[in-house]
């Protein structure tokens, strides 16, 4: 499931909410050609046991973030 602000041609392209049941997260933030590019956050649905918010690159956590877990509080740079 995509909600979008701007979508081009089936690709996900500028900021929007993706819900990735299988995995069991939901992204909020910005999208190039279908990866998760620039500010955004990651968080598990339903609960509040995963948080990632901070820059993403290629699919990835990638920069300045905060990660916060059952078992882990982290805030620094990320590298994919």
């Known amino acids: 499931l995509f909600l979008k602000y701007r979508f081009s041609k089936s690709i996900k392209i500028g900021k929007g909410i993706f ?3 299988n995995k069991g997260l939901v992204y ?3 999208w190039e050609y279908d990866k998760k590019n620039g500010e955004g956050s990651l968080t598990s649905l339903g ?3 995963y948080l990632f918010d ?3 690159k290629d699919n990835k956590k990638h920069g300045f973030g905060r990660l ?3 078992k882990i509080k ?3 740079h990320f590298v994919k």
């Open 19 to 21: 819900v990735e049941r």
């Open 28 to 30: 909020r933030g910005k």
């Open 47 to 49: 609960s509040s046991d």
């Open 54 to 56: 901070g820059e993403f």
């Open 68 to 70: 916060v877990t059952p």
């Open 74 to 76: 982290y805030a620094g």
